[in-house]
């Protein structure tokens, strides 16, 4: 790929380009989802977002960048358990299988070890998601000891699915 492409923290003002890049994601990929889409946020909603995000050591957010074209997303958030980050990458489809998405999960690894108050980051994958699987082990995940469960993917359809977790190998 001749195009440079940039992992960083998005802008408060690119809060739209990173909603309108979400929907993007949606509809190319069956594997990608948004919890809690139900209620759309606006711009200036994102926007506020991004600020709160920016400021904790309990969330991230980072995208990929072409230029000031955004291109991939990747996200972790706090879960119930409280010490562990759940974490969503999604890149777009014409940038696929091109290490855009191992560059993010790599960024969200390091921010865990230097940065985060979090012991551990997990995650649902698809198992027919197999690039996905391998890039998640390539760097460290592991399956949990939790059994395989069916989900319904983004066109309705039951899938199975496993839990990975990542633990945190400094300590902070």
């Not at 802008?11 to 594997?31: H, K, V, Y």
């Not at 995000?53 to 955004?70: C, D, K, M, N, Y």
Request: hydrophobic content about 45%.
């Amino acid at each position: 790929m001749s195009e440079e492409v940039s992992i960083r923290l998005p802008e408060a003002t690119e809060a739209q380009a990173l909603l309108t890049l979400m929907d993007q994601l949606q509809q190319e990929s069956d594997t990608f989802s948004l919890a809690d889409a139900a209620e759309p946020l606006s711009a200036a909603q994102e926007a506020d977002q991004l600020v709160q995000i920016q400021q904790s050591t309990r969330h991230l957010l980072l995208v990929a960048s072409v230029g000031p074209q955004l291109i991939g997303v990747c996200s972790v958030a706090p879960t119930p358990q409280g010490n562990v980050g759940e974490l969503g990458v999604a890149v777009a489809k014409a940038y696929w299988h091109v290490g855009i998405g191992t560059a993010l999960v790599d960024e969200a690894l390091y921010w865990l070890e230097t940065a985060s108050d979090l012991q551990a980051i997990g995650l649902e994958v698809q198992t027919r998601n197999v690039p996905a699987v391998k890039l998640y082990q390539k760097l460290g995940f592991e399956r949990t000891a939790n059994p395989a469960t069916t989900v319904i993917d983004a066109s309705g359809q039951s899938v199975t699915a496993i839990e990975m977790v990542y633990q945190q190998h400094s300590a902070n």
